[in-house]
């Protein structure tokens, strides 16, 4: 009676609990976060599982988090890609069997596993494990869970909150752009400045050369008389009206 009372009891909590975090890839290896993905290292060398199983990873909102239930599969509506994060509170993806991550990694192998990249079926309700693009910038938390069949055998801790890149963040380049455009400002001025000398500088000579070469002067005063004669005759045209 005992013995079998425990064997229940293994079967019911046979869910093994791996000591491993799911993480970021580094920079280093392409790992940045976009506005609607972001790069997982792989988990090798975590699950201890019959290699018939199948590890799925699981992206949830963090308020899904403390209450996860692990028998909801991948594939019913509550673990939909299409309803995330409005009617599932978690999707299941990127499922692979674990013949998929062989132990030990070979050196150098770039081990990662990019989550929303697959664009083709944001929309198909007949794919609900797709890995599209998440749809803002989270926070999510993440884990691997293994399968055997329906049954989930064992999983790895959930992520920290992951967060992604919003729209604002391309808005630093124009700050980047600002002080572009202040370097191109100080350049501009320089430049009209030197402009300005030159063009001053030019003026004078030609005013020299002008007064110099020929009788400059005159030139001058023949307007300054035209305009004097237009102004008197504009004023005899003016006295008209006075007279009436
Ligand atoms: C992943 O799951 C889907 C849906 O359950 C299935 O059609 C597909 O064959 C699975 N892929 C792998 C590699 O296990």
Not at 98 to 120: A, D, H
Not at 139 to 167: C, D, M, N
Request: charged share 15%.
């Amino acid at each position: 009676m005992f013995p079998l009372l425990l064997l229940l009891l293994a079967t019911a909590h046979g869910l093994d609990e791996m000591s491993y975090t799911p993480t970021l890839a580094s920079p280093k290896l392409g790992g940045q976060t976009t506005a609607s993905t972001f790069v997982l290292e792989q988990p090798r060398c975590v699950f201890k599982v019959q290699d018939s199983a199948v590890i799925w990873l699981v992206v949830a909102v963090p308020e899904a988090v403390p209450n996860f239930n692990n028998s909801v599969g991948p594939g019913t509506p509550e673990r939909a890609f299409q309803g995330f994060p409005t009617n599932a509170p978690a999707y299941m993806t990127l499922n692979t069997t674990l013949l998929n991550y062989p132990c030990p990694k070979p050196p150098g192998e770039i081990t990662v596993l990019r989550v929303g990249s697959e664009t083709n079926c944001i929309k198909d309700e007949m794919r609900p494990t797709c890995n599209g693009p998440l749809p803002g910038p989270g926070p999510y938390r993440v884990k691997f869970l293994a399968l055997e069949g329906s049954e989930p055998v064992a999983q790895t801790a959930w992520s920290e909150p992951i967060t992604l890149r919003t729209a604002r963040q391309p808005g630093s380049t124009p700050a980047m752009g600002s002080g572009h455009s202040a370097g191109m400002i100080a350049l501009t001025s320089i430049l009209s400045i030197l402009f300005a000398i030159l063009l001053a500088g030019l003026v004078a000579m030609l005013v020299f050369w002008g007064s110099d070469a020929c009788g400059g002067s005159s030139t001058f005063s023949k307007p300054e008389a035209v305009t004097v004669r237009r102004y008197n005759t504009h004023h005899v045209y003016d006295q008209p009206p006075a007279r009436l």
